[in-house]
């Protein structure tokens, strides 16, 4: 099969997870859409080290595996004390900076 | 069965980032082990003797160059040794400021409002995980301006973000706010990181190589999929640019500004500026180069509308914290023309700009930190008024920062923002000059309006007073009034020190 077939399958992940990211109002979906968009980025990675005929793509999706990991870590915190302090993970109702 | 080889690395050229990851875990290991009433003490000194030891090491590494430092993957060059001592010492005077623990919250788990977070401040006890985080912070910022891969560019860009998100979220007073900050700058920032990272997964398919160099080559040989090449560029830069917060990707900086505590506002908004511009610098004078005619054009009109965005926006905020926040995003304008402009003047002018502002903006945040009555900081302009008849001092020197914020003689911004649109002139760029002297125009109106409103309007009778500084924030506040005036005035010696070394090297 034509590894190309891939970066498209990459290309509408990414904008899945883009589009996702605007339009969704729960912090934690807005951050799986997020995660969704490094996966994107990951398969693209693989599908062009397969095209290149080398493997740096391949280590690089490790590296992104353990950075979308801490960024996990992080993330969920503070997510997590908006919520004990809001009751609430939207991203709309986090707007007392708007003005 | 092939062999093992090992890496070899050089560890005096690594020195700095490793001397501030150490003391980065060292100051981890403190706080799960001192007692708490030792421990702000010795997370104080550790943090600033690593800080102080990390620039020594660095002085000493002055005149090396290499690209082998660890694998291809850094590169130690004069720009590197520039902005990673200009990192370094923005950071010591930041953490000067973020010494002040009464801003941080003692908890940061506590629900605001709870019973918990009143026992926690009856305890008296202090943040220290701030510094931790700060190291850690620091150490992103070094890598990221050294880098010369597209892996350890984004883990570098991973990790001077993930702490400040968290470092966002502490403030002690107004914690709805500043935890909402922190939730903002997150979102945007995980999704900036992402565009970052499939911009560099393209540029690896373009070139088949994930070292700039390897670009580089590629971009000049004119082989690989140009597709490819234009994806790459446009998706990498907006990751980057998000870092500095241009228009149209700004949205984040006034929010993020207002609500973090002011210590971690000014440390975020003078260093991660010069990181943040030392690898934009670095990627499109080095990978770029030869494909400049893809990438100018977008970052000309870029660097146009961010500038007259800013400066215009600026002028209707009523929050000094906020307006602070519009002034950086026209400051990031400006730099942009030096990054546009790719030649050495630019690259000159870009590294003494980051200084000079990164200085003048920690100062201009501490005496934010001053202005207070009794719920805590005043932000709002309005309560600003006659503070140049209550406290001539703080007035005075807040004042002169904002000149050199607006580009007046005599002080650092005028030089800065002087060699930085010559040099733009000199690329043949003259419209993008025209617009940046222009917009300086507009923002110099509203910087000398705060300055009237201080110096010329009767004071408002509502509490608000200038707090007694400690001496750390004094210190900070006095050096960056200093440097900044001393910049201004004799700015010859920074200016060759970086004209002799400033030279990328592939």
């Known amino acids: 099969m034509n590894p190309e077939n891939y970066l498209y399958v990459s290309a509408l992940l990414f904008s899945i997870g883009a589009v996702g990211v605007v339009v969704r109002r729960n912090a934690i979906v807005v951050f799986m859409c997020v995660e969704l968009m490094l996966n994107a980025a990951n398969l693209a990675f693989v599908t062009f080290a397969r095209i290149n005929g080398n493997l740096d793509g391949q280590v690089i999706a490790f590296f992104t595996m353990v950075v979308a990991a801490c960024e996990v870590v992080v993330g969920l915190a503070i997510i997590v004390t908006i919520y004990r302090s809001r009751r609430s993970a939207s991203v709309d109702e986090a707007s007392l900076l708007k003005r | ?506």
Do not use: C
């Open chain 2, 1 to 506: 069965m092939t062999t093992f080889t090992t890496p070899s690395l050089s560890y005096a050229l690594l020195a700095p980032i490793l001397i501030v990851l150490g003391g980065a875990v060292l100051t981890v290991i403190f706080e799960a082990f001192l007692s708490k009433a030792i421990r702000p003490l010795v997370q104080l000194s550790v943090t600033l003797g690593t800080l102080v030891l990390a620039l020594g090491q660095l002085w000493r590494i002055r005149n090396e160059s290499s690209l082998t430092a660890a694998m291809g993957s850094v590169a130690i060059d004069g720009p590197a040794i520039l902005l990673q001592g200009a990192v370094l010492i923005l950071a010591i005077l930041g953490v000067f400021l973020i010494a002040d623990e009464d801003q941080f919250t003692v908890q940061a788990a506590a629900i605001p409002g709870s019973q918990e977070e009143r026992e926690s401040i009856q305890s008296g006890e202090k943040l220290t995980e701030i510094y931790p985080l700060t190291l850690f912070a620091v150490a992103g910022m070094m890598l990221f301006t050294i880098s010369t891969d597209l892996i350890t560019l984004f883990v570098a860009l991973e990790m001077l973000s993930l702490p400040l998100y968290l470092m966002a979220g502490l403030a002690r007073r107004r914690r709805l706010l500043s935890q909402e900050a922190a939730l903002k700058y997150f979102l945007l920032g995980a999704f900036s990181s992402a565009f970052f990272l499939f911009g560099a997964a393209f540029l690896y398919g373009y070139s088949g190589s994930v070292s700039l160099a390897g670009i580089y080559d590629s971009v000049s040989g004119g082989t690989g999929n140009s597709v490819f090449l234009l994806v790459g560029i446009v998706f990498l830069s907006v990751g980057l640019l998000f870092k500095v917060g241009v228009v149209p990707f700004h949205a984040w900086t006034p929010d993020v500004y207002q609500g973090a505590p002011t210590p971690v506002t000014a440390f975020m908004a003078a260093a991660t500026k010069v990181a943040a511009f030392g690898a934009i610098l670095r990627i499109f004078y080095t990978a770029f180069a030869n494909a400049y005619w893809d990438w100018r054009p977008f970052l000309s009109v870029i660097a146009i509308v961010t500038m007259i965005f800013g400066s215009l926006v600026a002028i209707s905020q009523r929050d000094v914290k906020r307006m602070l926040a519009y002034s950086s995003i026209a400051h990031a304008g400006f730099l942009l023309t030096g990054v546009i402009a790719l030649n050495k003047a630019g690259l000159e002018a870009s590294i003494f700009y980051l200084f000079a502002y990164g200085i003048a903006t920690l100062g201009a945040f501490g005496i934010v930190t001053l202005v207070r009555d009794s719920q805590g900081e005043v932000t709002d302009l309005s309560r600003w008024a006659g503070l140049g008849k209550r406290s001539p001092l703080v007035a005075t020197v807040f004042a002169t920062l904002l000149l050199a914020f607006a580009g007046i003689p005599l002080t650092s911004g005028f030089i800065g923002k002087f060699s930085i649109f010559s040099a733009a002139y000199e690329s043949g760029n003259k419209s993008i000059v025209v617009v940046g002297v222009l917009s300086s125009a507009i923002a110099a109106y509203f910087y000398i309006r705060v300055i009237v409103l201080m110096f010329f309007t009767d004071p408002a009778e509502d509490g608000t007073s200038v707090t007694i500084p400690s001496n750390m924030t004094r210190l900070t506040i006095a050096l960056s009034f200093v440097i900044t005036i001393f910049l201004g005035v004799f700015p010859a010696p920074l200016l060759n020190f970086i004209s002799s070394m400033a030279i990328f090297i592939r």
